[in-house]
């Protein structure tokens, strides 16, 4: 029987649920009936086991007889399982100017490839300095070079679009990482 105070994400426990009447359900998971809370609490005290609220919004609110410990160990583990389940996409950037040469082009193309396997976006960043500003649709077909030759592992999240002196677009993976 847990005394400590919960905190304000986890679930109220034994003399903390302040509602008169309860839906109460057995460790084993069979549903038990209504109760009056007081009396819900001494069939859990009966038991040994914590009187836990697990579903606060309902009408009654639903108190499960079990260990809370327990309870809260295996919300641990579930949590941790998932945290270590979810996948994080990165943004990987590839910056270019109107005037790269083709292999320098290929060269970030192969990087772009490779990050997109990996499950990450890509950011295609083209830079333009001085009369290169005048050019911008030079800019646009950079950026078109790259979807059109990753077509194949890349969606376009984010179409071309001046952000100050660069051209951004943003490219997604098609497949998830394996």
């Known amino acids: 029987m847990s005394q ?3 905190e304000r994400d986890e679930p109220r426990v034994n003399e903390r649920i302040r509602v008169p009447r309860v839906l109460v359900i057995d460790e084993d998971g069979t549903k038990l009936g209504e109760f009056m809370t007081v009396d819900a609490l001494a069939l859990a005290r009966e038991r040994g086991l914590d009187l836990v609220e697990v579903a606060p919004n309902a009408r009654p609110p639903v108190c499960r007889v079990q260990d809370f410990g327990r309870f809260k160990y295996d919300k641990k583990k579930k949590d941790a399982t998932a945290r270590k389940n ?7 950037e590839l910056k270019v100017r109107p005037k790269t040469d083709i292999h320098d082009f290929e060269v970030k193309l192969r990087h772009a490839q490779r ?6 976006k890509v950011k295609i960043t083209v830079r333009f300095r001085g009369r290169e500003n005048a050019h911008r649709d030079i800019g646009e077909e950079r950026c078109r070079e790259f979807s059109s030759a990753l077509t194949d592992l890349a969606v376009v999240e984010s179409p071309p679009r001046m952000d100050g002196k660069q051209m951004v677009m943003i490219l997604a993976p098609t497949k998830k990482k394996v």
């Open 86 to 92: 979810q996948v994080i996409v990165e943004i990987k």
């Open 4 to 6: 400590a105070v919960p």
């Open 115 to 120: 990050f997109l396997e990996e499950g990450d």
